[in-house]
């Protein structure tokens, strides 16, 4: 059984940093892509950035130059250093695995969901 489980949300203040952890069991994330979505109360579930299974990484445009991805193989982990926080950053996060080493921008191309951590940014 697959087990996505994020940790490191928090409440944190404007241009603040936190780092997202996720990590995984029933599967070794190594050789599939992971992603990162987020969504705020009454909007639709966000993409935020992807690592495919050799490290590139792609973001979302409002992400780029603030969030960074990575990813410990050894630990079975993928983190999502978060910096320059906003308070439109304020969602509920979510780390998603997909059965396949390319990254995907859209919720549907991932098969596993984390239950997701709470991130809220104050101004």
């Known amino acids: 059984q697959v087990q996505l489980v994020e940790s490191g949300g928090g409440l944190v203040q404007a241009g603040g940093s936190l780092r997202l952890s996720c990590a995984a069991s029933?599967?070794?994330?190594?050789?599939?892509?992971m992603g990162w979505f987020r969504q705020a109360p009454g909007k639709d579930r966000e993409f935020v950035g992807a690592?495919?299974?050799?490290?590139?990484?792609y973001y979302a445009d409002s992400m780029k130059g603030r969030f960074t991805i990575s990813r410990d193989n050894t630990k079975n982990t993928v983190y999502l250093q978060m910096n320059s926080l906003k308070p439109e950053d304020t969602a509920v996060y979510y780390c998603?695995?997909?059965?396949?080493?390319?990254?995907?921008?859209?919720?549907?191309?991932?098969?596993?969901w984390g239950q997701g951590t709470q991130v809220t940014v104050s101004s």
């Open positions: 690592i495919s299974v050799i490290g590139n990484t």
């Open positions: 029933g599967r070794t994330i190594s050789s599939r892509a």
């Open positions: 998603a695995l997909r059965e396949g080493p390319r990254y995907g921008s859209t919720w549907y191309q991932y098969n596993y």
